[in-house]
Structures are given as structure tokens and as C-alpha cells.
């Protein structure tokens, strides 16, 4: 087996072991064998609850596509909300600075606070919704993200507008902690990459729409009346929630199963299994903290799709900062005026959710010689891309130059955004499998914090280094890191293959297989095709985003 080929897979003529998942119920947060935990705490005469066969209209996997859409735009909606909450406030930051009496650098550590959250509480969050359900955490975190957007019209100083944005971005994080856990929970492997593209649209493109949307609302009336329209959509969203959103977290679903038969019958014989593997919330909140850190400390692959991933996030925020400055500054626009410039932003997403999906084509052809650095491929023209953008913008920056040459760069460069943020994605959830949330949620966590210390230095370093100093030395850096991706395309799998944790998935994933032959040859196979998702451990989008 060479460096870049995928692990073993089982016999092709053995179409049994050609698993095909039917629920999403084994988490990234296990720290002991979940089996060997139900085995020791369940009684032994145990009547286990599970699906009723692998077609049970009760399973979200086999739901309808009608209803899996209504589900997955839940959080994609949440999403663009939550976008709008970033952009709309960049776009009103003068406002927030001149009605606040406050500094520059004050006024947007709302920016900073606000994603300094979303670092923050999905490593809380993501293990709670495991234990209470999606849908609880959906509702509970709506309600919260609505409510606190009534202390930021309300304020009369810029401490008020701090507080309340990060416990705003707090709840705003569930948007992306938990929605790809949810796409998982009711989209099969193969019919997940339209839903989460669109995702990613809204979590990438979605910034643009706010100063578009509210740019003249932000020169005309100001920040709190922005606030007051946030309100309004978030409180409307977070009213319809129970309306439209149902339970989707396979293990909740079965343990409510498993409750209403002990109700119903008088027999405490019946369980969730689930509830026996899991472990308690200290030791799921001990993993969710810890093992993202091990994971970014150790693994070569994740550190660099990391830092790659921290400085492109980093950018988009930096653009958010300075479009208003530039454009004001260099073409006279006025608030409104410049607020328009962030369609670029939308349109530059858009096109690289159209590259993204004609890579998917070298992807299917090739994925069996490379594995997961044939998710790569769409990354490629997101670390091209970018820079390009970059370049771009800065050459046509000037009093003589047509704005319109600078917003093309725009849109090139949220373009590359957009394919290097879904390839990184895709390549590590692919690469760690079992351990993907948590790789996950370290690029996670790191792209946050790079990402909410960008504004602040951002117009120090227009106003030092002028426009094309500024964005220049962005590009430069872009160019630098842009050659991640090819570099783990053709060194990624050896890599991997030397990691401490690849090493441990390997050796899961052939225990696995072993047990499957073994119930195969005990005829007992067809009895626990339920659990073939959670038994290969492929739960690989619980965190997000």
C-alpha cells in the first residue's frame, strides 16, 4: 500500500460489509469503547430499543427530501442571520463610534467579541446538543441570539454593546456548532454535498447580504435601528422554530423511544443502548476540550490546513473592515454606496459553490488512488484564487482606476474563500473520520481567533501602510500560505500515515471490520446493520463548521 492510498476495505465480493449508514448516533466524544461501556452498566437482561428495520419512517435518514430540505435550510438560515449580525454591525461601525462617544478600536471589539464566541462556545454547545437534542439547543440558542439584540439598540454606552454581543455570538454559534452535526443526521454521505454547500454559501457569501441590506439604513438611521431589524427577523425565526424543526440527534430519538415503551408497557427492560455508551457530560465537555487541543499540537496535517484556514478566515474579516474605508476613502462613496460593494462577496461565493461542484467530478474519479487529498483538488483554485483576489483589489485601488475593477478582485477572492474554507472542510473530515468533529473544532477555534483579532489592527494598518502597502502585504502572505494545499495533496497521506491518531483510527477501523466478519459468520449480521454508521465511527460533521 503506498503513502497516498486509502486504508483496506473490505472484500468486494463481500457486498454485506459494504456498510450503508441508517443513523448517526456515534459521537466523536467517546473516550472508551462505547460497547464495552453498555456492557458493563446495563442489566443483563436488557431488551435494547433501536430502529424498527433499516427502513423505519422514524429514522431521519429515511426521511423525505422535502423534510431533510426544510431541516437542513433550519440551519442555513440560522446562519445567514448570524452573518448578517457580523456584517451589518462593520457596515454601522461609525455610527456605533459617533452615538456611543467611544474610540475606533472600542467600537469594533464588537466585531472581536461577537466571533471571539464563536471559538468559545461550541466546545460547550456541540456536547450538550448530544445529550438534549438538536432541536432543543436550535430553539433555547434562537431565543437567546433574538433577545440580546434588545440591549444593543437600547445602549447608551459601548460596554452594554460588548456584553451583549458576545453573549449574542454565544447563542449565534450554534448556527454552525451543531448544523453540520444535523446535515449528518439526515443526509447519507452521498446526498450531503448539495446541503452542505449551500451551508457554506450561507456561512461565507452570507456576510455580504447584511451592508447590502443595511447600508442605507446604517447612514440614515444608525446602529440601534439596525439592531431593532435584527430583532425582528431573529425573533420571527426563533418563533417558528417549533414549527418546523423536528428532533433529528439519532440517540435522543431512540432514548425517547426507549422511555415511551417503559411507559407504555410497565417494562423498565427497555433502553436506548445509546444512553449506556455515552459517557457523562464531564467527561463528554473533558473530551471536547481536550482532544482538539492534542489534535492541533500533534498533527502535522491539521496544523497546517489550519494556519492556512486562520489566515483566509482572518482575511474575509479584514475585507469586511476595510471595504468601507477604502471605497469611501479612495472613491467617494458614501455608507450606503459602500455597502453595496459586499454583493461582490455573495456573487464571488456563489461562483465557487459552481467550481466546487464541477471539482466534485475529479474528486469521484480519483478518490480511490488518493483518498482524502482528493478533496483537494477544489482547493487548488481557492489557494490561487485568493491571492489573485488580493492582488487585484490592490493594483485597482486608486482615485484613476473604476471601482468596478476592484470589486472583480472582490469576487475572485471570497470566491477562493469560499472553495478553501469547504475543501479544508471536506479534506479533514475525510482524513480523520472518527476523530474529524475534533480536528474539526481545533481549525475551528483557531480560525475564530484569528479571525476577531483581524479588525482591530486592520485600520491601524490601512492608515500606516496605505491601501496598496496594506492589502498588498495580505496578498503577499495569501501567495505564501496558498501553497498548502498542494503540498498536502502530494504529502498529506504520509503524513497521515505517521500520526498518533491516524495510527489509532487504523486500528479501530480493523477491529471493526473483524467484528463485522464475525457476525457475519455467526448469521447475526443482519440484526445489527443499525449500527454500521456508529461502528466505523464516520460521524464526521457533529461540529462544525
Not at 440558542?141 to 444593543?152: E, G, N, T, W
Not at 494598518?461 to 494545499?485: E, H, I, K, N, W
Request: net charge neutral; hydrophobic share 45%; charged share 20%.
Amino acid at each position: 500500500m503506498t503513502a497516498t492510498d486509502p486504508p483496506p476495505a473490505p472484500a468486494a465480493d463481500d457486498a454485506t460489509l459494504r456498510l450503508e449508514p441508517t443513523s448517526s448516533r456515534r459521537s466523536h466524544l467517546d473516550i472508551v469503547d462505547p460497547d464495552e461501556r453498555a456492557a458493563e452498566k446495563a442489566p443483563p437482561d436488557v431488551v435494547w430499543v433501536d430502529w424498527d428495520g433499516p427502513d423505519d419512517p422514524a429514522n431521519p435518514l429515511n426521511w423525505s427530501r422535502r423534510r431533510k430540505w426544510v431541516v437542513s435550510s433550519v440551519g442555513s438560515f440560522f446562519c445567514t442571520l448570524v452573518s448578517l449580525s457580523v456584517s451589518g454591525y462593520s457596515i454601522a461601525e461609525v455610527s456605533v463610534e459617533e452615538e456611543l462617544d467611544t474610540s475606533k478600536t472600542l467600537s469594533l471589539l464588537g466585531l472581536t467579541t461577537f466571533t471571539l464566541a464563536f471559538a468559545i462556545a461550541p466546545l460547550i454547545l456541540a456536547p450538550l446538543s448530544e445529550v438534549y437534542g438538536r432541536s432543543f439547543i436550535y430553539f433555547a440558542s434562537a431565543v437567546v441570539f433574538a433577545l440580546f439584540f434588545i440591549p444593543q439598540a437600547l445602549a447608551k454606552n459601548i460596554e452594554t454593546v460588548l456584553i451583549a454581543r458576545f453573549i449574542s455570538g454565544c447563542a449565534g454559534s450554534t448556527a454552525v456548532s451543531i448544523a453540520g452535526g444535523t446535515l449528518a443526521d439526515v443526509w447519507r454521505g452521498a446526498d450531503r454535498g448539495a446541503p452542505m454547500a449551500f451551508f457554506t454559501l450561507a456561512a461565507v457569501a452570507g456576510p455580504g447580504l447584511g451592508p447590502v441590506l443595511f447600508g442605507y439604513l446604517a447612514q440614515l438611521k444608525g446602529f440601534p435601528y439596525l439592531s431593532w431589524v435584527l430583532f425582528a427577523m431573529s425573533s420571527v425565526f426563533a418563533l417558528s422554530l417549533p414549527f418546523i424543526l423536528d428532533e433529528t440527534r439519532a440517540s435522543v430519538l431512540l432514548s425517547r423511544k426507549a422511555a415511551r415503551l417503559r411507559k407504555e408497557t410497565g417494562d423498565e427492560r427497555y433502553q436506548s443502548k445509546d444512553d449506556f455508551e455515552r459517557g457523562s457530560i464531564r467527561e463528554l465537555m473533558k473530551t471536547s476540550l481536550g482532544r482538539p487541543v492534542q489534535m492541533l499540537m500533534r498533527e502535522p496535517v491539521l496544523i497546517a490546513i489550519t494556519a492556512w484556514i486562520s489566515f483566509t478566515w482572518g482575511v474575509l474579516y479584514l475585507f469586511l473592515v476595510s471595504i468601507p474605508t477604502v471605497y469611501k476613502g479612495v472613491f467617494g462613496f458614501n455608507t450606503g454606496q459602500a455597502g453595496l460593494v459586499y454583493m461582490g462577496q455573495f456573487v464571488g461565493g456563489s461562483l465557487g459553490m459552481v467550481f466546487d461542484r464541477y471539482c466534485e467530478r475529479f474528486y469521484q474519479r480519483n478518490v480511490a488512488k488518493r483518498g482524502p487529498e482528493a478533496r483537494l483538488y477544489s482547493a487548488f483554485g481557492g489557494g490561487i484564487f485568493l491571492p489573485v483576489g488580493a492582488f487585484i483589489f490592490c493594483f485597482t485601488s486608486y482615485p484613476q482606476c473604476h471601482w468596478m475593477g476592484s470589486v472583480i478582485g472582490v469576487v475572485i477572492l471570497y470566491a477562493g474563500v469560499y472553495l478553501s474554507y469547504l475543501a479544508a472542510y471536506s479534506y479533514l473530515a475525510e482524513a480523520y473520520t472518527l476523530y474529524a468533529a475534533s480536528a474539526l473544532s481545533a481549525m475551528s477555534f483557531a480560525r475564530n481567533v484569528i479571525a476577531a483579532v483581524f479588525p482591530l489592527f486592520t485600520p491601524a494598518m490601512y492608515d500606516r501602510l496605505g491601501v496598496q502597502g496594506a492589502t498588498g502585504l495580505t496578498a503577499g502572505l495569501d501567495t505564501l500560505l496558498s501553497v498548502t494545499p498542494f503540498v498536502l495533496f502530494a504529502f498529506g497521506g504520509r503524513l497521515r500515515l505517521r500520526s498518533p491518531f491516524a495510527m489509532e483510527l487504523a486500528r479501530r477501523e480493523e477491529a471493526e471490520r473483524a467484528k463485522w466478519v464475525a457476525l457475519k459468520g455467526n448469521g447475526t449480521l443482519e440484526d445489527s446493520r443499525n449500527r454500521s454508521e456508529e461502528k466505523l465511527g464516520k460521524e464526521t460533521t457533529e461540529t462544525a463548521v
